[in-house]
């Protein structure tokens, strides 16, 4: 769907965005840390989508990450030691394949044999 292609381009712009950042600042001090999270419990995750067969896909079967889980990788990135630059942290639950739906394991055939 179109939703992912502008999510998607969405993401590259801000990890693009970080880097130049990091470079016009270099030298002032200022350190550029970008976060990257999964799948997060939050009242939005749970209300931005309307369809519990959508979120299910997303999300069933694992523990998605904590608000607290992203809060404190932004402490590590803040109380690093001031020679380390943490640039970027990307996270997410132990159970969610990487920007994809929960998937399950291959079971032989084509997709179009598991109605996908």
């Known amino acids: 769907p179109l939703f992912t292609a502008i999510y998607g381009a969405s993401k590259g712009a801000v990890h693009l965005f970080s880097q130049n950042l990091r470079i016009e600042?270099?030298?002032?001090g200022v350190r550029v840390t970008e976060l990257c999270p999964g799948r997060v419990e939050t009242?939005?995750?749970?209300?931005?989508?309307?369809?519990?067969e959508t979120i299910e896909?997303?999300?069933?079967?694992f523990k998605?990450?904590?608000p607290e889980d992203i809060a404190a990788a932004?402490?590590?990135a803040v109380e690093s030691p001031w020679?380390?630059?943490?640039?970027?942290?990307?996270?997410?639950?132990?159970?969610?394949?990487?920007?994809?739906m929960a998937v399950?394991?291959?079971?032989?055939?084509?997709?179009?044999?598991h109605g996908d």
């Open 64 to 66: 998605l990450l904590e």
């Open 25 to 28: 600042l270099l030298g002032s």
């Open 83 to 100: 020679h380390v630059h943490v640039a970027t942290i990307e996270l997410m639950a132990t159970e969610q394949a990487p920007g994809g």
């Open 43 to 52: 009242e939005f995750f749970r209300t931005a989508i309307d369809d519990p």
């Open 74 to 76: 932004a402490l590590y």
């Open 104 to 113: 399950r394991a291959f079971e032989g055939g084509t997709h179009e044999d």
């Open 57 to 61: 896909k997303l999300a069933g079967g």
